[in-house]
């Protein structure tokens, strides 16, 4: 299995898009990416061989994309960051829900997993319904 290794903030962009649009039945095309994130079709390409050649996605040529196991698990946690930093801009500091979502986009590629999970904890204990999991 290869070794986990750093993504570039646009790679973790297209393991978010690759978790959110394959959901229920866990594949997803890549025109449906492309037109997601409002990329090229070839940057789509590019991307998944970055994230194919780290373990990420699995593709048959030109075929569908599904996340592995590890894949689904990288992308869940920045998808977690995203929900907890835009909760926590939306309902703590009242930014506007579409200012709060383009800077949560941006922010939970900086945060490390220490503060991501002190900072999960704390708005699990202030939001006592947050449904985000660590």
């Known amino acids: 299995m290869p070794r986990a290794k750093k993504l570039t903030p646009s790679s973790e962009d297209y393991l978010e898009a690759i978790l959110e649009l394959s959901e229920p039945d866990g594949a997803v095309r890549s025109v449906d990416i492309a037109e997601h ?12 061989g970055i994230l194919r050649e780290a373990g990420l996605i699995e593709q048959a040529h030109y075929g569908l994309i599904r996340l592995t196991v590890q894949g689904r698990q990288r992308a869940g946690k920045i998808l977690a960051s995203h929900d907890m930093l835009k909760r926590f801009l939306t309902d703590v500091l ?9 800077d949560a986009c941006r922010m939970e590629h900086a945060i490390s997993d220490e503060t991501r999970s002190r900072w999960l904890a704390w708005m699990k204990n202030t939001f006592r319904d947050l449904s985000t999991t660590d």
């Open 94 to 102: 009242g930014v506007e829900e579409s200012i709060a979502d383009q």
């Open 37 to 48: 994130l409002s990329v090229s079709k070839a940057s789509v390409t590019k991307a998944m």
